[in-house]
């Protein structure tokens, strides 16, 4: 027995444990029910009474040394593995992150300017807050034009000789476009307009446009008809027909609202064209020659065309959208709806 109680505390100076399973293990082989040094204590009841006090005490010792050793070597591998191991499990299902999408509004915006760009086309921008000049007056607005009064127009300020306004539409890029850029001009000019509108179904104070213009010489109303169709066909399909009608514009003459054929019904009558097979997609005309003149350009030598379309028209038309507000509300839900919509 004495031999046995030696060669386990040698044994205890080698023992060794990585982990605190192997540490459990050591316990189970020492101390556990059927363990060695049970064994011995299994033992020490059936020796000669005069050794008992000797064993008794080594034995005690023993168990003692033991636990001790054991105990130390589990929190020893209890702090390597923590250190060693990532505390969250891994294996774990992650959180989902909600996906954003881009706004409809951007997609067709996007589209819209990517089909001039492959005409050749550099894009332009502005300022949103404009004066009344470049609004209005160098597009030849006449003085009491109804769209430079309170009701139509947001002033910003109304005290100066030329008041600032937030701009009705992108034709003031145009403007600035042809003050400071050489010619000929290709141009498209995206971004956000104000107008004064009770807010509805079909009307927001708040929309985007994309407007074109181009001059060179010898630039004609064919050259816009011709440049109208691609970008009809481009945005709507390749069937997709055109037509004009004579219209109205201060800074366009002639001018001519656009309709596309309907493509929901092909032309055949929906509730979408209202049974005509027809739908309104923007406004166009050639500039004017005062609106030339204004920007020190000679409309004996220069022509050029120009255009102005609602984005949010464009996209509800695409995606049969029926109320003008949607676009504006930001609900998550109808947001959504465009999460996968990168072509339309
Ligand atoms: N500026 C016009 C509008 O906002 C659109 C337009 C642009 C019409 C260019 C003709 C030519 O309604």
């Not at 386990?8 to 540490?23: G, M, P, R, V």
């Not at 060693?84 to 915006?109: E, F």
């Not at 504006?328 to 109808?334: A, G, H, S």
Request: glycine fraction near 6%; include cysteine.
């Amino acid at each position: 027995m004495k031999e046995a109680i030696e060669q386990i505390f040698q044994e205890l100076q080698q023992l060794k444990a990585t982990t605190q399973s192997e540490a459990e293990q050591a316990r189970i082989r020492f101390l556990g029910k059927k363990g060695e040094i049970t064994a011995l204590m299994e033992q020490f009841r059936t020796i000669a009474p005069e050794l008992k006090r000797e064993y008794g005490q080594k034995l005690n010792e023993l168990k003692k040394a033991t636990t001790e050793r054991i105990e130390a070597l589990k929190s020893a591998a209890a702090s390597a593995e923590e250190a060693t191991q990532p505390k969250q499990d891994l294996t774990m299902p992650g959180d989902a992150l909600p996906l954003g999408s881009r706004h409809p509004v951007s997609i067709v915006r996007e589209q819209i300017v990517d089909i001039f760009r492959k005409f050749g086309y550099d894009v332009a921008e502005g300022p949103e807050i404009e004066d009344d000049y470049h609004v209005f007056e160098a597009l030849n607005f006449p003085p009491n034009h109804p769209a430079r009064e309170m009701q139509d127009t947001f002033f910003v300020s109304t005290g100066h000789l030329n008041p600032l306004l937030l701009r009705t539409h992108t034709s003031s890029v145009q403007v600035r476009t042809m003050e400071t850029q050489p010619l000929p001009i290709r141009v498209v000019c995206p971004g956000r307009v104000f107008r004064n509108e009770a807010i509805s179904a079909r009307a927001h104070c708040i929309f985007h446009q994309v407007e074109g213009l181009y001059i060179d010489k010898n630039v004609t109303f064919a050259d816009l008809k011709q440049a109208i169709l691609l970008f009809a066909r481009e945005m709507f399909g390749p069937e997709t027909e055109i037509r004009m009608r004579p219209s109205y514009f201060p800074f366009t003459e002639p001018s001519a609202e656009v309709d596309v054929s309907c493509n929901i019904c092909h032309g055949k009558g929906c509730n979408i064209c209202k049974g005509t097979g027809w739908l309104e997609i923007m406004g166009c005309g050639m500039v004017d020659p005062n609106v030339l003149k204004a920007s020190g350009i000679d409309p004996e030598v220069y022509s050029g065309f120009a255009f102005g379309m609602g984005v949010e028209r464009i996209a509800m038309l695409k995606w049969q959208v029926n109320d003008l507000r949607h676009y504006f509300e930001n609900d998550m839900r109808f947001l959504g709806e465009f999460a996968t919509a990168t072509e339309v």
